[in-house]
Antibody, heavy 125, light 108 residues
């Protein structure tokens, strides 16, 4: 079964750091670009960050650029999101998704066809 | 960035009725790179439609997508109980990907 499982969410103080992980099963991660998408309580979906299949091309939403870093370890079939200088407005459910960033050397970014259930990040003093 | 505006914000319908959801883009969506997702409470989003009109694997044929350019529509021909959810449109193909604000389909 194709599956994505996130972990690492927690309650953290403003200015703190957190590292989210996403483990893929049922498919080989290195065939796909991957993304993080978040959803604040009661709000809609927001693309946060994406990384291409190799880990060399990365993209970030303006709201998180210079604070968040996406990475991947294809050997471990895993995706990561390092979150620094966290703010209250980063409070959200963070989903890992297959797609949403470059899968190969072309400039095409595919849709997101597999999603994890998410891990909750709460930034509060 | 392409801004996607979904309407209505909430649609109140009964099971068996037809639902028509709209997604309007601030500029033309190239190659109709427009997707629709369904999100039931407490669950992850599920891909329904890509390429504006192609159903994703396993999606029932009561779901259909149409449109081109800046105006897109998701139609659910006959609402089943599990279809009462929030639906999002999204443009893809180039960065940055953006989502619409969502349409909630609720039981009347």
């Amino acid at each position: 079964e194709v599956q994505l499982v996130e972990s690492g969410g927690s309650v953290v103080r403003p200015g703190g750091s957190l590292r989210l992980s996403c483990v893929a099963s049922g498919f080989s991660l290195d065939d796909y670009g991957m993304s993080w998408v978040r959803q604040a309580p009661g709000k809609g979906l927001e693309w946060v960050s994406g990384v291409d299949w190799s880990g060399s091309k990365k993209g970030y939403a303006d709201s998180v650029r210079d604070r968040f870093t996406v990475s991947r370890d294809n050997a471990k079939n895993s995706l990561y999101l390092q979150m620094n200088s966290l703010r209250a407005e980063d409070t959200a459910l963070y989903h890992c998704a297959r797609g949403g960033h470059y899968s190969d050397s072309s400039s095409y970014i595919p849709y997101m066809d597999v999603w994890g259930k998410g891990t909750t990040v709460t930034v509060s003093s | 960035d392409i801004v996607l505006t979904q309407s209505p914000g909430t649609l109140s319908l009964s099971p068996g009725e037809r639902a028509t959801l709209s997604c309007r883009a601030s500029q033309s969506v190239s190659s109709n790179y427009l997707a629709w997702y369904q999100q039931n409470p407490g669950q992850a989003p599920r891909l329904l439609i890509y390429g504006a009109s192609s159903r994703a694997t396993g999606i029932p044929d009561r779901f259909s997508g149409s449109g081109s350019g800046t105006d897109f529509t998701l139609t659910i021909s006959r609402l089943e109980p599990e279809d009462f959810a929030v639906f999002y449109c999204q443009h893809y193909g180039r960065s940055p990907l953006t989502f619409g604000g969502g349409t909630k389909v609720e039981i009347k």
